[in-house]
C-alpha cells in the first residue's frame, strides 16, 4: 500500500509563491509518473502538472504553464510543485497522486491510482 501526504499550502496573496510537497512512503514511486491535480470548491478535479519518472519530461496545463513548475527527487521519493505568481483562481484543493501503468493519458485523473490527502492552497485578492 502507497501513502501520500502533501503539504506546504496556505494562505496567500496575489503574486506570492508556495512549494507542495508530496512524500511518499510503503513503495518505491521512483518507476511512476507522478501528477498534481486540484479542485476548487463546486467544480471537478483538474489536472495541474505531471512528470514522469524519468524527471526529464513534464506537462502543465495551460493555465499554470510558466508559472508552475513540476519536479521529484526519487531518492527521497517526493514530488514537488513550485508554484509562483499566485493567483486567486489559483485557490484549490493540491492533491498529488501516482500513475502506475504506462498506459493512459498523464492529465485523467483516472489514470491515477494512488491519492494523497490534499492540501488547501487559498490565494486573497
Known amino acids: 500500500q502507497v501513502q501520500l501526504v502533501e503539504s506546504g499550502g496556505g494562505l496567500v496573496q496575489t503574486g506570492d509563491s508556495l512549494r507542495l510537497s508530496c512524500a511518499a512512503s510503503g513503495r518505491t514511486l521512483s518507476s511512476y509518473t507522478m501528477g498534481w491535480f486540484r479542485q476548487a470548491p463546486g467544480k471537478e478535479r483538474e489536472f495541474v502538472a505531471a512528470?514522469?519518472?524519468?524527471?526529464?519530461?513534464?506537462h502543465y496545463a495551460d493555465s499554470v504553464r510558466g508559472r508552475f513548475t513540476i519536479y521529484r527527487d526519487n531518492a527521497k521519493n517526493t514530488v514537488y510543485l513550485e508554484m509562483n505568481s499566485l493567483k486567486p483562481e489559483d485557490t484549490a484543493v493540491y492533491y498529488c497522486?501516482?500513475?502506475?501503468?504506462?498506459?493512459?493519458?498523464?492529465?485523467?485523473?483516472?489514470?491515477?491510482?494512488?491519492w494523497g490527502q490534499g492540501t488547501q492552497v487559498t490565494v486573497s485578492s
Open positions: 512528470v514522469t519518472w524519468t524527471a526529464v519530461i513534464t
Open positions: 497522486g501516482v500513475k502506475i501503468s504506462y498506459s493512459g493519458n498523464y492529465y485523467s485523473q483516472d489514470n491515477y491510482i494512488y
